[in-house]
């Protein structure tokens, strides 16, 4: 297992390279003004599971086929960044939800499994998480010991502060919301603002090499 020092040092990194504007804190973002709060930690939860599931993917030696075939990069992304699309035009569409979502008499929410799987679909789907994962995680590793479980347990721990991450930004949007609830019109420009977040994240991943 990694020595204190790569502890401490992969946490340091961890940390800083979580509160990057990336396409997860976005997302969270994007969907705390869209969705009912109890959604987005849902979604948030479910993006860090996509996360894990992608250092899992790295541990087995999958990740570095991504990371060094333009083809499969290019499909990842692509079909990443036009699924975040598709929510934010959602978003866009169905801006009224967001003002019913707060009011107990209006519709009710996603069920849970389908929050989880809208964030764990964005998580898995961003290639620049496999490639950062394929140059950073091997980094803390221990030399003598087998690096497969090196990295899943490295992987859980990332994804663990990320959801502790986006949870607290998605519930400091989702103030911020019941806030602007207090003129419809507002909130509606908010679940708008949120579309259009996702929306330019998603083609800012499609544009990105």
Same mark, same amino acid.
């Given at each position: 297992?990694?020595?204190?020092?790569?502890?401490?040092?992969?946490?340091?990194?961890?940390?800083?390279?979580?509160?990057?504007?990336?396409?997860?804190?976005?997302?969270?973002?994007? =969907?705390?003004?869209?969705?009912?709060? =109890?959604?987005?930690?849902?979604?948030?939860?479910?993006?860090?599971?996509?996360?894990?599931?992608? @250092?899992?993917?790295?541990?087995?030696?999958?990740?570095?086929?991504?990371?060094?075939?333009?083809?499969?990069?290019?499909? !990842?992304?692509?079909?990443?960044?036009?699924?975040?699309?598709?929510?934010?035009? #959602?978003?866009?569409?169905? =801006?009224?939800?967001? &003002?019913?979502? !707060?009011?107990?008499?209006? &519709?009710?929410?996603?069920?849970?499994?389908?929050? !989880?799987?809208?964030?764990?679909?964005?998580?898995?789907?961003?290639?620049?998480?496999?490639? %950062?994962?394929?140059? %950073?995680?091997? #980094?803390?590793?221990?030399?003598?010991?087998?690096?497969?479980? #090196?990295?899943?347990?490295?992987?859980?721990? %990332?994804?663990?502060?990320?959801?502790?991450?986006?949870?607290?930004?998605?519930?400091?949007?989702?103030?911020?919301?019941?806030?602007?609830? &207090?003129?419809?019109?507002? !909130?509606?420009?908010?679940?708008? @603002?949120?579309?259009?977040?996702?929306?330019?994240?998603?083609?800012?991943?499609? @544009?990105?090499?």
């Amino acid at each position: 297992m990694p020595s204190t020092a790569q502890w401490v040092a992969f946490l340091v990194a961890s940390v800083l390279f979580i509160q990057l504007p990336g396409p997860s804190l976005l997302f969270t973002l994007g =969907r705390a003004l869209t969705v009912s709060l =109890r959604d987005a930690l849902l979604s948030a939860a479910g993006n860090a599971l996509g996360i894990v599931t992608q @250092a899992v993917l790295v541990a087995v030696g999958l990740g570095a086929v991504v990371a060094t075939s333009a083809t499969a990069y290019a499909t !990842l992304k692509l079909a990443g960044a036009a699924y975040v699309v598709w929510l934010g035009v #959602q978003a866009i569409r169905h =801006r009224g939800d967001a &003002r019913a979502a !707060l009011d107990t008499g209006g &519709r009710p929410p996603e069920r849970a499994g389908r929050s !989880l799987l809208t964030g764990f679909t964005v998580g898995v789907s961003n290639p620049k998480t496999i490639v %950062f994962f394929v140059a %950073f995680l091997p #980094q803390f590793t221990a030399p003598g010991s087998p690096a497969a479980p #090196q990295l899943v347990v490295l992987g859980l721990v %990332f994804g663990l502060l990320a959801v502790v991450s986006d949870s607290m930004w998605a519930t400091a949007a989702g103030k911020a919301r019941q806030w602007f609830a &207090r003129k419809p019109q507002r !909130l509606d420009a908010m679940g708008a @603002a949120g579309g259009v977040l996702m929306i330019g994240m998603g083609a800012t991943m499609a @544009a990105t090499d």
